[in-house]
């Protein structure tokens, strides 16, 4: 049996509606097209669907049972074909994220692979930027989501927490602070100390750790990433303070990383997205595959090593 879909569409639009003109202007077809359709569609079943009178359109018995089951078979082919679409989206689209750089560098690209390796027609555009920077991309709709610091009390992002880090201290090998078990803030304050700049988000998480310390460490070099700061480090001018995240993974020939103390000072790196902004389906698939990858890590995984 060959039904034609616009067929239903013109039947279930005139039950509803249970006018000739109404329905046809719902639907956008003339009158003496949708009366074509509705006849086409009782010719090919075999049976009258619709009672016409000049003043109303009522369903016949055999009408009133057919109804619902037109009308399951239009929502499940559009329910399919949305389906069908989605996954073609995610094969084929673009995925935008502003991250901040430690999470661009270190974390996001074992994701990404594992991602394009299941769609590998996806693209993706990164912005790696500061935590204000990556903030405002969100809110302005630049990016689908981004990965930052900032945003948890911001009401204009969902801020969903991934992983709270502390805060080593970074120096070289052949420093006197590179054997020690830990390392308080305090005794920074005798050695050249290496800082971001104040519109840093860790900038600004440090700040507050230590707003009422009576000895903090005070700032020879101030630069803007944290990636500068290492490689001052390395070079043996000084010592710095970055998050786990930051350090190398790895035993690294040049440079020792310390838990510090007192106080503890932690950062929390979430996911920020705009509240009521629809994703594309890659990127919604994207996101998913983050949150889950994320979520999985162990302290092993992400931790440094001495």
Not at 62 to 78: I, K, W
Not at 282 to 299: G, H, I, K, N, V
Request: glycine share 4%; hydrophobic share 45%.
């Amino acid at each position: 049996m060959n039904i034609d879909l616009e067929d239903l569409k013109a039947f279930v639009a005139t039950a509803e509606m249970q006018s000739f003109r109404a329905a046809s202007e719902s639907i956008h077809l003339s009158q003496p097209a949708l009366t074509r359709r509705i006849q086409k569609l009782e010719a090919t079943l075999g049976v009258a669907l619709l009672e016409r009178t000049t003043r109303r359109v009522s369903l016949t018995v055999v009408g009133r049972d057919f109804l619902p089951r037109a009308r399951r078979l239009l929502d499940d082919l559009e329910t399919s074909l949305l389906s069908v679409r989605e996954i073609a989206e995610r094969r084929s689209g673009l995925v935008s994220i502003a991250c901040i750089p430690t999470a661009a560098y270190y974390f996001l690209p074992d994701v990404i692979r594992e991602f394009t390796d299941e769609y590998p027609s996806i693209r993706f555009r990164i912005v790696d930027a500061g935590a204000n920077e990556v903030l405002q991309s969100v809110i302005n709709r630049e990016v689908d989501f981004g990965i930052t610091l900032l945003g948890a009390k911001d009401p204009e992002v969902i801020f969903e927490p991934l992983i709270e880090e502390p805060f080593y201290l970074a120096c070289r090998r052949d420093h006197p602070l590179a054997s020690r078990d830990e390392v308080t803030w305090a005794e920074l304050a005798d050695h050249r100390f290496i800082t971001v700049g104040r519109a840093s988000g860790n900038r600004l998480i440090m700040d507050l750790a230590l707003a009422s310390a009576p000895i903090r460490p005070r700032p020879s070099y101030e630069v803007q990433h944290l990636s500068t700061s290492l490689g001052l480090v390395e070079a043996g001018l000084g010592v710095a303070a970055l998050p786990r995240m930051s350090l190398p993974t790895d035993p690294h020939p040049l440079i020792a990383a310390v838990p510090l103390k007192a106080p503890t000072v932690n950062r929390t790196v979430g996911v920020v997205r705009a509240p009521q902004a629809k994703a594309p389906p890659a990127a919604e698939q994207f996101y998913r595959m983050l949150l889950s990858r994320w979520q999985s890590l162990t302290d092993a995984e992400i931790g440094v090593e001495n």
